[in-house]
């Protein structure tokens, strides 16, 4: 009898493992890492086994660099406090949120000149209602206040297993609904028309558009308001509503906190090809000196795919891909040194040049990751400046009157949206997702939060064989 037991257990543990499904995830940064930490609070350990693949260091476009001694954010540096998700990742690994980003005192500048300046007092309201006039202020703040609050309304759907196959439909999911409880499609029209189109149409003035309005477009996505459309320029303006964060310590330490915790297998490898024939999933990478081949039930694609930014070529039933669209190039010159006198501004001011012509688009003050009001009393005088042209020493000495040390990033931070911003689908082929398609609606840690959970709820939801169930915990 305790043969015969055994026989049944042992033949059953073998059964289960048989349908556990090989899911491969490429790409560790936020989005990737949220999908990894998704899938596993859905889904059963023992019913899926999770591999992530990267070539770089877990935190993709989340990075930090050591200058003067410290350390600072040069990726994605700035969390908004109503990105919901993101919150909700800073308490699940119990990080605390950042003092190192302030919002300071800032100065606009036209060529050479101070055209405004702020630091958040009673009398800067009233210069700012005399400079951009106090309807198209309010109107501004309504839109973007308007446009968090329909933000806000996909997170119950996602919460409650929604899943949504094209961008087009999460956007519309957003949307608000009309007093006949129809949905409207007021996100996706958004993203028809520039931001700056948008913003006339509102009557908002001019010189609020060109000034405020290019601020906000040129220092978050290195592009004007004509280029850029109207989604990812509302998102770009609710980064100067105030109120921003990171976490302590760098933001990279989130996508490396959802990586232990959901279990996952870490492949530190450059991914060549993945081929999707009739659903499955081939997995081409390199390891060292040797290609390796690999099977996979599902594949999650958590990087760009246009050509600038990836050599990974995906084929479909045989066919190659192409994927339209470019990256913008941003340079990041963090500097150790003093600002030049000639802006007669303080150290601490944050200078935003919005005159199209000055390809820098800020110089702001940085204060350490690992930030601690209580012992840091003196700190270096370290800046980000933002470029997107190399600039000489003879060019860097406008901004600088000297510079102890100097480091370059120099990366394609996000999409160029005057070249493409089509709304595709997740879904890429059968069992086969792009997460990143999300970044053509806005280009955020937030959005990629949001895509992963919507990519988890469509493999959750999505039937399944009887071969390799997935077995729902919820």
């Not at 040129?218 to 004509?226: A, D, I, L, R």
């Not at 190399?390 to 996000?414: G, H, N, V």
């Amino acid at each position: 009898m305790n043969k015969l037991k055994c026989l049944l257990l042992c033949s059953f543990s073998t059964l289960i493992f048989a349908k556990q499904s090989k899911i491969a995830i490429i790409g560790a940064g936020i989005g990737g890492s949220s999908v990894s930490y998704f899938l596993t609070e859905k889904l059963s350990k023992s019913d899926v086994s999770i591999t992530v693949f990267d070539s770089g260091r877990v935190g993709g476009r989340l990075a930090t660099t050591k200058i003067a001694g410290r350390e600072y954010e040069t990726g994605g540096s700035i969390i908004h406090p109503a990105n919901r998700l993101m919150v909700e990742h800073l308490n699940r690994c119990e990080f605390k949120k950042s003092r190192s980003h302030e919002d300071g005192p800032f100065s606009m500048i036209s060529k050479g000149e101070i055209i405004f300046q702020a630091s958040d007092g009673f009398f800067d309201k009233i210069k700012s209602v005399m400079r951009y006039g106090l309807f198209s202020l309010l109107k501004l703040d309504y839109f973007v206040g308007n446009l968090l609050e329909n933000f806000d309304s996909v997170y119950p759907k996602l919460e409650a297993g929604q899943g949504f196959d094209t961008v087009t439909d999460l956007l519309d999911a957003m949307s608000p609904v009309s007093r006949n409880g129809d949905q409207s499609n007021e996100m996706t029209k958004l993203t028809k028309v520039s931001i700056k189109q948008k913003l006339q149409d509102l009557s908002i003035s001019d010189i609020l558009i060109n000034e405020l309005g290019m601020v906000a477009s040129k220092v978050n996505y290195g592009q004007f308001p004509e280029n850029i459309h109207g989604f990812v320029g509302s998102v770009s303006l609710a980064g100067i509503q105030g109120g921003l964060w990171n976490v302590q310590g760098g933001n990279y330490r989130i996508p490396e906190c959802l990586l232990k915790k959901s279990g996952a297998k870490l492949v530190s490898a450059s991914v060549l090809s993945i081929s999707n024939n009739a659903g499955i999933n081939n997995v081409t990478y390199k390891l060292g000196n040797e290609e390796i081949n690999e099977e996979f039930d599902t594949v999650i694609v958590a990087t760009p795919l246009t050509p600038d930014k990836t050599v990974l070529k995906v084929s479909i039933d045989g066919q190659v891909q192409s994927f339209a669209g470019s990256f913008q190039r941003t340079l990041a010159y963090l500097v150790h040194g003093e600002l030049n006198p000639r802006f007669g501004v303080d150290s601490d001011d944050n200078l935003f040049f919005v005159d199209p012509e000055d390809v820098v688009a800020s110089v702001s003050k940085l204060v350490p990751v690992d930030f601690d009001p209580e012992k840091d009393k003196t700190l270096p005088h370290v800046f980000k400046l933002f470029s997107r042209e190399e600039l000489s020493d003879a060019e860097m000495s406008k901004y600088f009157s000297s510079i102890k040390e100097k480091q370059i990033i120099d990366w394609l931070a996000y999409p160029n949206y005057s070249t493409y911003h089509g709304l595709n689908s997740f879904r890429l082929a059968p069992n086969l997702f792009h997460l990143n398609n999300i970044e053509w609606a806005a280009s955020a840690m937030e959005m990629s939060a949001l895509a992963a959970k919507n990519i988890v709820n469509l493999i959750v939801n999505e039937p399944r064989n009887e071969k390799k169930p997935y077995k729902n915990e919820l």
